[in-house]
């Protein structure tokens, strides 16, 4: 074990800021010298590459995750494209940003139940959903995986709904011929949040899309509504990604693809090295479609195992304890069932994996899971 004190973090972020801390230093300095701290040339050319990476047209830096799928919502709703009280179909068990996106801008989420294996939106279970008030499905690849299917593409384009991606926790995850998740379907938001695969120091988010009349309205509306200085063609908000968050993004966007081939490495241990009959791996996709964001496996003593691995000096987090239903933010929903999304919340429990975390310590982790 190399982390301080022979405890294994379930992420490290000194340790991860650390890993390109020169870089970042020189990149920081470069701003705060430079004068200028909003919508800069840092803004253009992280927009400019990020957009070249993802595969779409346009990158519209935001505030954060959230923020960016609101404005894809709420950029529809200027658009006529949607309406309050319209339905857009999403996985029950994703994290509350996805679904407060929703509920911000007037549209009903219509909760679908994840794939006990795929832990993604059950493909199988969303056209039983659709009604005439459906206007889009937000799938979200949750734990760094990939949510989309040829079947859900299918899916949108027969019944006309937009396809949005909620791509917080996937940066640099493909399909099987080589598409990034963020360029699937007609516009997609990504979190730059510390933890996430590429995160700032700080919040950030982006709009990736191909649509020009979308991107327009979802920069214009992060700029207060303005279309030209002074003049207002929304009511909009102030949802900028600052030049600092910019500029560090620059740097880590070059190290993205390194640090996800380290994680896939992680990944790669604990599935093949995990043996515990009462600890379950949850996977179905093949390598390039996952960037193991997080490591979910499931365990129906999993506060045992949680306290275990704790005792033994092993952060493990879940994620969500908790479903979106079940809040107390969206109480008219407590009463729903939801089965599946119930269970994995019942048993989820999140192995450390990042860019920093040492083959030993992925070891260590996988012996005291074999000896639970
Ligand atoms: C799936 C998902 N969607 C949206 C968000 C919101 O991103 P942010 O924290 O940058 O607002 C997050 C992360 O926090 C997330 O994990």
């Known amino acids: 074990m190399t ?32 004068g200028r701290y909003l919508l ?42 949607m309406k309050p009280g319209d339905e857009v179909i999403v996985p029950a068990n994703t994290f509350i940003a996805t679904i407060l996106a929703l509920t911000e801008n007037g549209l009903k989420p219509v909760l679908a139940e994840p794939g006990m294996e795929s832990l993604q939106i059950d493909d199988a279970q969303i056209e039983d959903l659709i009604t005439e008030r459906t206007r889009a499905i937000c799938i979200v690849h949750l734990y760094g995986r990939l949510a989309y299917t040829e079947r859900i593409g299918e899916i949108c384009r027969i019944n006309g709904l937009k396809l949005i991606e909620d791509n917080a926790q996937a940066h640099g995850c493909m399909t099987g011929d080589g598409c990034k998740t963020g360029s699937l379907g007609d516009a ?83 599935i093949n090295h995990i043996d515990n009959a009462s600890v379950l791996l949850p996977q179905t996709l093949p390598p390039e479609s996952n960037v193991f964001h997080l490591f979910p496996v499931l365990c129906t003593r999993r506060d045992e195992l949680q306290e275990y691995l704790a ?29 599946v999304t119930e269970r994995i919340a019942a048993e989820e429990l999140s192995l450390p994996i990042g860019p920093v975390i040492s083959m030993e310590e992925a070891a260590e982790v996988v012996r005291l899971i074999n000896m639970f």
Not at 229 to 255: P, T
Request: negative net charge; hydrophobic residues 35%; charged residues 25%.
């Open 40 to 81: 800069g040339e840092e803004n253009e050319r992280f927009e400019a590459e990020f957009a070249r990476y993802i595969g779409t047209r346009h990158a519209i830096g935001c505030a954060s995750g959230l923020d960016a799928l609101m404005l894809i919502f709420r950029a529809y709703m200027e658009m006529g494209v």
């Open 188 to 270: 997609a938001a990504h979190s730059f949040y510390p933890g996430k695969n590429m995160g700032a120091l700080g919040d950030g988010g982006v709009v990736t899309t191909d649509d020009e009349e979308l991107a327009r309205t979802v920069r214009s509306l992060a700029n207060y509504g303005s279309t030209e200085k002074y003049m207002f063609r929304y009511c909009g908000r102030n949802s900028r990604l600052d030049e600092i968050q910019a500029a560090i993004l620059n740097v880590k966007l070059k190290h993205l693809d390194e640090d996800n081939a380290h994680r896939k490495e992680i990944g790669r241990y604990y």
């Open 3 to 34: 982390e301080q004190q022979g405890r294994i973090s379930f992420l490290n972020l000194a340790r991860v800021t650390e890993k390109y801390g020169a870089e970042i230093d020189l990149a920081v300095s470069r701003v705060v010298k430079s």
């Open 311 to 339: 005792g033994n000096g092993v952060e493990t987090l879940i994620h969500y304890p908790l479903p979106p239903h079940k809040q107390e933010c969206y109480r008219e929903w407590n009463g729903i069932s939801l089965p």
